[in-house]
């Protein structure tokens, strides 16, 4: 793999011997109380240098013991780079020995970016138990989906047993009821063996607020700078190189150490840095130096509301050098057409104009007036390649954070579905599934969370209603707090084998399997692509081609059939697909099976079609 090694937290030398190594500039004496995995307990004091790093090696210390680091002889806290909290944010870290895992991965290089058919996850969610490893026997049916690379929402150690995962305060530590480092391990393992890639959702914008002790240590946090979730992190004052490295070295960490296949970093515009060198360039340029010796398929996606092509512009050209990034205004622009919402953020979409756009370069808002943002928003995304967008019609937070939390299942009919699920599978881009959205489920995905502290509960029930007020939703929210909350989330998987939810999981089998097998679709290239549309139709033609092979698609976003002659076609088409056709539960095709320019048709209802140029 790769011979970097973390560093910072406790690394085993041999079986009875350990080294700890801890950034503590605010600390003035620091020492280390082991806890043997008999209950004994020794301290042994550490040594500090120039750069506020005390360390030490400890004799008589193996993996599975555990440890606090003492501040200033009176408080006992655990370690920031703990690699594992059995006993959760308040309890002891334990010392973990990378080499005791076997890996059977070797010949594993990933899978290229432009080749992602992404599934994201929440783990605690997606099966009964709620763990890494019972996420495995399901791995046959993603394969057989056409699913090629998993995406994990955070595991770092968060309070209690539930939560999204954006409350994490062991950035190092995988969640101990999800089945800690050999879970995780086991589970990307197995997933390398299938051919997956692994995506993990990483936080470097805040941490949670229960456990979180790293200002005891150091010169984490900043006050210079505001976030919606938290104190900001301080990547460019007094002390900003340790903080820096701690969370540099994470990212490597999860690559290196666990084998992780690309990281999506949420919200980077959380991120605040005006130092001569962003900390985000210095992070992808980091892992890309890391990965692309070893022959490595690794990739750093990020998430933004942004709308600036900076993100994912090189270095070279004044960018931070992400690989890719998560398209939200695809996302609203399909979601408005679809269910006529338009409040809050959704008040700037809801014209085809708005779709064809997102189909033809990304982003929708390029430097245009946002009556959301009372301002002028975005950059443009013209030039920037099709593979370095992720777009979806679901995912976590466009699920999560309604106030019930539907799916669009509970919002739109299954005609509708399906429309949603081409426009995503068949763009030029590299499409996002949200767990369960490919039968349909109509369980809810709300927001839970397990902390401790009585006022830190109320704060959150409180700010999650407040996060509500510009969509103008009726009724009280669910409970945060709440095991029933929690559990109403779980996936239904008993329902992908009845009605209609499982002739949606064949339609989502039908088109990525399309998606990957025909040219003209697994070719991702915006300059062979030609997209038009009706606005008082609500119909967007889209042509895609590669070399010989050519697609033409018309996506109809209004609920009644219309009548319409394509335009922009030449020649003999034969129909691939045809959403409304019985096969699927449609009302059935009134579409010809043959399509020849300048000839009037009518196309169903919340449907689309797929011609292919001269191919049976």
Not at 492 to 518: A, M, P, Q, S
Not at 528 to 536: A, I, P, R, S, T
Request: a negative charge; one cysteine or more.
């Amino acid at each position: 793999m790769n011979n970097w090694k973390l560093d910072i937290g406790a690394t085993v030398i041999d079986k009875e011997k350990a080294c700890f190594r801890v950034w503590a500039p605010k600390v003035d004496l620091l020492s280390v109380c082991v806890i043997s995995q008999k209950g004994e307990k020794a301290i042994f004091t550490l040594e500090k240098d120039h750069r506020g790093y005390f360390s030490g090696t400890v004799n008589g210390v193996s993996g599975g013991d555990r440890y606090f680091y003492v501040l200033n002889n009176t408080i006992e806290r655990p370690d920031p780079a703990s690699r594992f909290q059995p006993e959760g944010v308040h309890g002891p870290s334990q010392v973990i020995d990378p080499g005791s895992f076997v890996w059977t991965d070797d010949a594993w290089k990933g899978v290229p970016l432009k080749n992602f058919i992404i599934y994201e996850l929440h783990v605690g969610t997606f099966t009964e138990e709620g763990t890494f490893q019972s996420i495995i026997p399901y791995l046959d049916y993603l394969q057989e989906l056409g699913i090629t690379a998993i995406e994990l929402m955070p595991v770092a150690q968060f309070p209690g047993n539930r939560n999204w995962g954006y409350d994490g305060a062991y950035p190092f530590a995988p969640q101990n009821s999800y089945g800690g480092p050999d879970g995780l391990k086991t589970l990307i393992n197995a997933c390398h063996k299938k051919g997956f890639a692994v995506i993990l959702d990483v936080v470097y914008n805040h941490l949670g607020p229960e456990g979180n002790y790293l200002n005891c240590f150091g010169h984490y946090f900043t006050d210079r700078y505001k976030t919606p979730w938290g104190d900001a992190i301080n990547y460019d004052g007094p002390y900003s190189d340790g903080v820096r490295k701690f969370f540099i070295d994470n990212s490597l960490y999860w690559i290196i150490e666990y084998h992780i296949d690309a990281l999506r970093v949420d919200a980077v515009h959380g991120i605040f840095d005006f130092s001569a060198k962003h900390f985000l360039q210095e992070l992808t340029e980091t892992i890309h130096r890391h990965t692309i010796a070893p022959g490595r398929n690794v990739s750093v996606i990020a998430e933004s509301d942004l709308n600036d092509v900076k993100v994912i512009n090189s270095p070279e050209n004044g960018g931070y050098g992400f690989d890719a990034q998560w398209n939200d205004d695809f996302h609203h622009a399909i979601h408005t057409l679809i269910t006529g919402e338009t409040k809050g953020y959704y008040e700037d979409f809801g014209k085809i104009t708005h779709m064809e756009k997102a189909f033809r370069e990304g982003f929708v808002y390029s430097g245009h007036y946002s009556g959301f943002r009372k301002r002028r928003h975005g950059s443009s995304s013209r030039d920037v390649a099709a593979h370095r967008f992720i777009v979806f019609s679901q995912n976590h937070d466009q699920v999560g954070n309604r106030m019930l939390g539907e799916r669009l299942s509970n919002l739109v009919s299954f005609e509708t579905l399906k429309l949603a699920a081409g426009a995503v599978l068949l763009s030029p881009f590299i499409p996002l599934l949200f767990m369960g959205e490919e039968y349909g489920e109509d369980a809810p995905f709300l927001y839970f969370v397990s902390h401790s502290d009585p006022a830190l509960i109320e704060a959150v029930r409180e700010g999650r209603k407040k996060e509500f007020d510009g969509f103008k939703w009726q009724g009280e929210p669910p409970d945060p707090q709440s095991a029933e909350t929690f559990l109403k989330s779980k996936i239904n998987w008993e329902k992908r084998n009845e009605g209609n939810h499982k002739v949606l999981i064949d339609f989502y089998k039908n088109v990525i399997t399309i998606r990957k097998t025909i040219p003209a679709l697994s070719h991702l290239d915006k300059n062979c692509l030609y997209v038009n549309g009706l606005e008082n139709e609500k119909i967007v033609f889209m042509r895609r081609w590669k070399d010989f092979d050519h697609v033409f698609l018309i996506f109809n976003f209004n609920s009644a059939d219309m009548k319409l002659v394509p335009s922009g076609i030449e020649g003999r088409w034969n129909k691939v697909l045809d959403s409304s056709e019985k096969v699927w539960n449609g009302p059935g095709a009134l579409l010809p099976d043959e399509l020849n320019s300048g000839k009037e048709i009518i196309i169903r209802g919340q449907s689309f079609v797929m011609y292919r140029k001269g191919k049976t």
